[in-house]
C-alpha cells in the first residue's frame, strides 16, 4: 500500500528521480540548457517590463498603501493554505490560516492590515507543493519557469493544483475573484519594487544569474520545508584554511 | 518564546564560573560566549542601522564588524574551494582581503535593508563541533524570519563562520558565486581577484 500510495505520488507530482550516483543533498538539474534559455527570457521579461513597472509601482504608490496590498492578497491565500494544511494532518496550521483570516478581514478592515500578527499569530503559508511534500514526494528536477522564476517540478505541480485549492475561488462572485487576482499581481509587482535592490543585485551582479537563483530558491525551500537537517550543516573543520 | 537579555547572559555566565570549580562541561561557558558574541554583534549591526550615517560609511562600519566578529580566513578558504590547492600563498592572502571588502559591501547592503528594523537574538544550541545561535529579523510590513549565525573557537576566538538566512546558506553561495566569477575568467584567479575588488 505505501509503494503505491509513494508511487501514486511521485505520478501525480511528475518528478524526475536522480541516479543513484548524485550526490545527496546536491541540487538535481537535468534540464539546465532549457532552464537556462528560460532564465534569460525571464531576464529579458523583467528587464524590459516587471522591474520598470515595479519602479513606477513603488514610486507612486506610498509605502504603507503598497504594504496594504500586499496583506490584502497574502490574507486571501490563507483559505489555500488552510486546505493544504488540512491535507497535510496539520491541525494547528489550519487553526492558524483560519484565526488570521477572521482577525484579519475583521480588525484587519478586510485583509488590509496584518492584525493577527499583532496578536502574535503570526502567517504560517502552505501551498500544495508542500502538501506534496509531505506526502512523501521528491523535489524532482529543478526547473526555471517562465514568468514565474525558479522551481522544482514538485513545486511547479503545486501551483499548479493550487489554481483549484482556494475555496474563495468557489464562494466569491467573479468580480470579486478578479480584485483578488488583481491584488495578487501587484503585490508581486511591489515586491519586486520594494526589494529592486536584492532582486538586482541577483539577477544582474552575480557572475552567474542562473546559478545563483537555483541555489537560493532551493535552499529557501528546503528550510520552508524543515528538510535542512543539522547534518547538512558546514563544520568548522570541513575547509584548509591554510594560507588564507 | 526566549527572550534573551544581557541579565540572563550575566546570570548564565556566573552559574558557569561558579561550577568552574566542579568538573564541569566545557561547553556551558562557550553556550554563553557563542550567545554574547552575537549579542554584541547584533548590537553593532543595530547602531550602525540607527546611525543615519551616509551608505558609504556605513560599509566601512560593516567591513569593520565584519573583521571583528567573521572568521575571514575560513570563509574565505571555504568560498574558493578546491582553486585553493592551485592558488599561490600570495593569491590566498590577496583573496582574502578583496573577498572580506566585497561581502561588507554585499551584506552590508543587505543590512541596510533592516532599517527601521531589528535583529533578535532567541537562542544558543551546540551542534556538531560548534554553536549555532538563533536570531529573528523583525522588519516593517514583513511577517519576522529566522538569521542563524554559526560560532566556532577554531582559530581560538568566538568568531561567526557562516550565516543562514532564511535558510539561506552564506558559505554555499558564496562558493557558487566566487566559482561563477572564477569561470568568468577562464579559472584566472589574478582576474577573478581584481574583479572581486569592485563587486558586491
Not at chain 1, 508581486?188 to 530558491?217: F, N, P
Not at chain 1, 528550510?223 to 547538512?232: P, Q, R
Not at chain 2, 526566549?2 to 561550577?19: D, E, P, V
Not at chain 2, 560560532?151 to 539561506?168: A, C, Q
Request: hydrophobic share 40%.
Amino acid at each position: 500500500m505505501a509503494v503505491f500510495l509513494t508511487g501514486t505520488v511521485l505520478a501525480v507530482a511528475g518528478c524526475t528521480v536522480p541516479g543513484p550516483n548524485h550526490p545527496a543533498g546536491e541540487i538535481f538539474d537535468p534540464y539546465e540548457d532549457g532552464n537556462r534559455k528560460t532564465h534569460e527570457m525571464n531576464r529579458a521579461l523583467d528587464r524590459a517590463l516587471v522591474r520598470p513597472a515595479a519602479k513606477g509601482y513603488v514610486a507612486v504608490v506610498p509605502e504603507g498603501i503598497a504594504i496594504s496590498v500586499g496583506h490584502f492578497a497574502e490574507n486571501l491565500g490563507e483559505p489555500s493554505s488552510a486546505v493544504n494544511h488540512l491535507m497535510q494532518e496539520d491541525g494547528a496550521g489550519v487553526a492558524r490560516n483560519l484565526t488570521r483570516f477572521v482577525i484579519n478581514v475583521t480588525l484587519g478592515f478586510g485583509g488590509l492590515f496584518d492584525a493577527a500578527s499583532d496578536f502574535g499569530i503570526y502567517p504560517d503559508d502552505s501551498d500544495f507543493g508542500e502538501t506534496l511534500h509531505v506526502w512523501g514526494a521528491p523535489e524532482g528536477a529543478y526547473v526555471e519557469l517562465p514568468v514565474l522564476g525558479p522551481s522544482n517540478e514538485r513545486d511547479a505541480t503545486g501551483k499548479v493544483v493550487d489554481l483549484f485549492t482556494n475555496p474563495l475561488s468557489y464562494v466569491l462572485p467573479s468580480r470579486e475573484r478578479n480584485i483578488g487576482k488583481v491584488a495578487e499581481v501587484a503585490a508581486k509587482v511591489g515586491d519586486r519594487g520594494r526589494y529592486a535592490d536584492i532582486v538586482d543585485s541577483i539577477l544582474y551582479e552575480s557572475a552567474d544569474s542562473y546559478a545563483q537563483g537555483r541555489l537560493l530558491y532551493t535552499q529557501n525551500r528546503r528550510h520552508e520545508l524543515g528538510m535542512n537537517t543539522e547534518e547538512s550543516y558546514i563544520a568548522p573543520e570541513d575547509v584548509n584554511t591554510e594560507g588564507f | 518564546m526566549y527572550h534573551f537579555s544581557r541579565r540572563n547572559l550575566i546570570a548564565t555566565a556566573g552559574a558557569a564560573l561558579t561550577a568552574l570549580a566542579l568538573p564541569v562541561p566545557a561547553f556551558a561557558l562557550n553556550n554563553a560566549q557563542a550567545k554574547g558574541l552575537v549579542d554584541n554583534l547584533v548590537g553593532e549591526i543595530n547602531n550602525v542601522i540607527d546611525s543615519g550615517k551616509t551608505e558609504a560609511a556605513m560599509y566601512g562600519d560593516f567591513e569593520r564588524i565584519f573583521r571583528k566578529y567573521a572568521d575571514l580566513p575560513y570563509i574565505a578558504a571555504y568560498a574558493m574551494g578546491v582553486d585553493a590547492r592551485r592558488a599561490s600563498g600570495g593569491q590566498k592572502k590577496a583573496f582574502t582581503d578583496a573577498f572580506t571588502g566585497y561581502i561588507s559591501r554585499k551584506y552590508g547592503k543587505r543590512f541596510r535593508e533592516f532599517i527601521g528594523g531589528r535583529l533578535e537574538v532567541q537562542g544558543v544550541k551546540e551542534v556538531k563541533s560548534f554553536f549555532q545561535v538563533t536570531t529573528i529579523a523583525h522588519l516593517r510590513g514583513e511577517a519576522p524570519f529566522e538569521v542563524d549565525f554559526h560560532v566556532s573557537d577554531r582559530t581560538g576566538k568566538n568568531l561567526f563562520f557562516n550565516m543562514y538566512i532564511e535558510g539561506i546558506n552564506m558559505l554555499l553561495t558564496e562558493r557558487e558565486e566566487i566559482g561563477a566569477m572564477l569561470d568568468r575568467r577562464k579559472g584566472n584567479i589574478d582576474a577573478m581577484i581584481a574583479d572581486l575588488r569592485k563587486a558586491g
